[in-house]
């Protein structure tokens, strides 16, 4: 079984996507954490993100493993500053260029091969466009901003939340509009609206949706 979950920059998608992948007994794989680690793999390197020909060679050249909240490149681990700020202006940047989401893509379909989870931006409409249940999340720019920066302060971090305002408006104005899978639900994604939704209530819409018979 193949159940995606897309949506914008903090929709709930890596949040919802674990607890179904626990009580459906399926890995989950969140994609953007690859995506977070050719962009981190890239900077360390020195590599401009607009050289989309070095990024794409690195995206070739590693294999990325992703459980819960951990990524590794080549079993070394990346997890510790995944998510620091100094990487966001670059991260849709490298998010957009065809060759590292070619290369990326074909890993994730790899992964799914006996049954998985999978969060993301083009999980329903490039990675698995043939899933048995495809659903997108959306959510207000203010329950985005609230969500992203309750993530950041779990994780000890500094939160500016005018900067995480412009962060969220730019990545998902950049993904929407992008030429190579852009971030938009599949013609057969289920919509959830998760404003006025708790994660329970949402991680239940979906299990029920999954197990209703057809």
Known sequence: MIVTI???????????GKRVAEKLGLPFIDSGLMYR???????????????SEAVTRLAEAYQIRVEGERVWA?????TEGIYDVDH????PIVSAIRGVRQALVAQQRRMGEKGVVMAGRDIG?????EADHKFFLVASLDEKV????????????????????REVQLRDRVDSERPV?????????????????????????????????R
Do not use: Y
């Not at 409409?125 to 466009?129: E, G, K, S």
């Not at 994604?189 to 819409?205: K, M, P, W």
């Open 6 to 16: 897309d949506g914008g920059v903090a929709s709930g998608k890596s949040a919802v």
């Open 37 to 51: 680690a050719i962009t981190r793999m890239a900077a360390e390197r020195g590599i401009d993100p607009r050289d």
């Open 74 to 78: 080549d079993g070394v681990e990346l």
């Open 88 to 91: 966001a202006d670059a991260l």
């Open 125 to 129: 409409t490039v990675v698995f466009p």
């Open 146 to 165: 609230r969500r992203r920066a309750a993530q950041f302060e779990r994780r000890g971090e500094a939160v500016d939340e005018k900067a995480m305002r």
């Open 181 to 213: 899978a852009p971030l938009k639900p599949a013609g057969d994604a289920v919509i959830i609206d998760t404003d006025n939704l708790d994660l329970d209530e949402v991680v239940s819409r979906i299990v029920e949706a999954v197990r209703s018979p």
